[in-house]
């Protein structure tokens, strides 16, 4: 399988390697660093790091008492793939995710190098290209009413090298006179900063850019490979092939450009999808992942630790996942490890791939310039957890951002065409099958009710119900008086009122067989 971790590895510096770990093509800017004169760097504006608070800058060291935790953060699998193995993604994937996904996060080692880098890809391919930061507080906010953190849309736009251009003087002027460059020394950096909580220190992060740094040249064998993310999520093991219409950052690849501690909050992905995230250039990532299994201890231990309750809207886990989703709420993993929640760690440098399971929270932050970019996928295995998502966010009442029970339908007829991929223990199966259950049981429950309401045979797509913002695509109820459409679990509450409405169903779906 190509497998490798890292433990008990060597502290290594920033931008150099063991010769195993890291293949020649992964190569690092820091070697730079350390060539430019220190006197030639600009004065820093106030959304830069700001050069007052670095205790190394006055030739003292860090207080890193306190910070032991992050030495005992085991490290996620590490995948070494042959070409071999590389030329089919979903197979590779299926390979390794039996004992991946267990850790939260991997790592996938690409032994394809781009040709093109992103440099060149987004300042000659892309004419034009630029784009706006936000701006991030370096420090830990203590949520409650009069504190929580936001990150705010900067006012300059950049473009690719002027970017590049201030974050690493930030990074210059910042370490100037260190010598220890490691990786395990910038984590400890960086959490000593965010305890601090030293008002005015900030750094910038444009998330979210719409654009792909692969390269569009015929010659270059990563764009040209099925890990190009440009088409990652629509060949044909992907359930979001078959979606209508493209969804930025799910089907269509995001850009993430950052500077030293430039952080993602702890997040769990939409729908609970997949996630790929490669790296094109620039410093390490570091990256901490949770597991799937561990969601709920994870949100009742960030419910307790972390926020106030007064601040959530939901005082349970929903309510915790709720504020979660805006992703600004960023704490040291070590309080998961004192409540006993498992909790991983990836370093991802430059040609290297980082794949989120479902249902995993994860966040890390930037060791200096990086570009990266990230899209969403699902294969088969991932339906009980995205029918797990849409019943979080009909109970939020939050409209979704992918018609669940459409895909749930389109996947299940493809292969009701094709029998021999009918298996009945397959997740998608037990899947249809369990959402079929669920969906005559309201039926049952709709029809014994003495409301009156005629039956239309004729499907609309997937609409959303005015209720709890559950998409239907099986079938849903109309309001004769006030047009309202609701889902059939909540179909009665219309007719209750109005006492007269239209139940519109798919035609025929009540005759899909399963064989389980």
Request: charged share 25%; proline share 6%.
């Amino acid at each position: 399988m190509g497998r490798r971790t890292a433990t008990n590895r060597k502290s290594t510096p920033v931008g150099k390697g063991d010769g195993h770990n890291v293949p020649e093509h992964v190569l690092t800017f820091y070697s730079e660093y350390r060539k430019k004169k220190i006197g030639c760097r600009r004065p820093f504006r106030s959304t830069a790091i700001n050069r007052k608070t670095s205790a190394i800058e006055k030739g003292d060291g860090y207080n890193f008492s306190g910070l032991e935790w992050t030495e005992k953060i085991p490290e996620c699998p590490v995948y070494y793939p042959s070409k071999k193995e590389f030329a089919n993604p979903f197979s590779y994937l299926q390979k390794i995710s039996p004992e991946a996904s267990k850790y939260g996060i991997c790592k996938i080692v690409s032994p394809l190098e781009a040709l093109n880098p992103a440099a060149n890809v987004l300042t000659k391919e892309k004419q034009g290209f630029n784009f706006h930061t936000y701006v991030q507080p370096l420090r830990l906010a203590k949520w409650d009413k009069n504190d929580q953190a936001t990150f705010f849309k900067g006012e300059r736009k950049y473009s690719y090298k002027s970017f590049k251009k201030m974050a690493d003087e930030a990074f210059i002027g910042r370490f100037s006179h260190s010598q220890d460059l490691s990786l395990e020394y910038l984590e400890k950096v960086f959490w000593y900063e965010m305890f601090l909580r030293k008002k005015g220190t900030s750094v910038e992060y444009a998330v979210n850019v719409e654009g792909s740094a692969f390269s569009r040249a015929p010659d270059d064998p990563l764009g040209k490979s099925k890990w190009n993310l440009k088409t990652f999520p629509k060949m044909p093991k992907s359930t979001l092939r078959l979606l209508e219409y493209p969804i930025p950052g799910i089907t269509d690849p995001m850009l993430y450009i950052g500077m030293l501690f430039s952080m993602f909050a702890w997040h769990v992905e939409d729908h609970y999808l997949y996630s790929m995230n490669y790296h094109h250039a620039g410093a390490p990532k570091t990256w901490y992942g949770v597991p799937g299994d561990a969601l709920l201890q994870f949100e009742k231990v960030v419910l307790d630790n972390v926020y106030s309750h007064n601040i959530l809207s939901i005082n349970n886990e929903d309510g915790a996942s709720k504020l979660l989703e805006q992703k600004t709420t960023m704490f040291p993993p070590n309080i998961l490890l004192q409540n006993n929640v498992p909790v991983y760690k990836a370093h991802q440098r430059p040609g290297e791939f980082v794949v989120t399971f479902p249902r995993a929270y994860h966040a890390g932050f930037n060791n200096g310039f990086g570009c990266g970019e990230a899209v969403n996928f699902a294969t088969d295995d991932w339906f009980p957890f995205g029918s797990e998502a849409a019943k979080r966010y009909a109970r939020l009442q939050q409209s979704p951002i992918l018609p669940f029970e459409e895909l749930l339908c389109k996947e299940m007829i493809r292969r009701l065409k094709k029998p021999a991929e009918l298996f009945s223990s397959c997740p998608i199966e037990v899947s249809f099958q369990n959402h079929l259950n669920q969906i005559n049981s309201a039926l049952w429950k709709f029809k014994k009710s003495r409301a009156w309401f005629n039956y239309s045979p004729r499907s609309q797509g997937s609409i959303l119900c005015s209720l709890c913002k559950r998409d239907c695509y099986l079938g849903f109820v109309e309001c004769s008086k006030c047009c309202r459409s609701n889902c059939l679990f909540h179909g009665v509450e219309i007719l209750k009122v109005h006492a007269e409405g239209v139940l519109h169903q798919l035609p025929n779906w009540r005759n899909v067989v399963v064989p389980i």
